[in-house]
């Protein structure tokens, strides 16, 4: 994945090493980035906007 891609709740899921589900309660979160495309049951958000939440300090995905 490179930064210009977009990525789906399992693409996050995956570079956070955590369950599908549980990306899905941490994109929900107030603070966590936008997804910039949305149709039912599908977000998709940049990859550069997640990487640099986490550079910035993201939340901890394992709470």
Do not use: K, N, Y
């Not at 570079?15 to 495309?37: K, N, T, Y």
Request: proline share 6%.
């Amino acid at each position: 994945m490179t930064a210009g891609d977009l990525w789906t709740t399992a693409d996050i899921a995956r570079r956070l090493s955590i369950s599908v589900e549980r990306a899905r309660r941490l994109c929900a979160r107030d603070g966590f980035p936008r997804p910039i495309q949305s149709e039912p049951h599908f977000d998709r958000w940049r990859a550069h906007d997640i990487e640099a939440w986490l550079l910035e300090g993201g939340t901890d995905p394992s709470r």
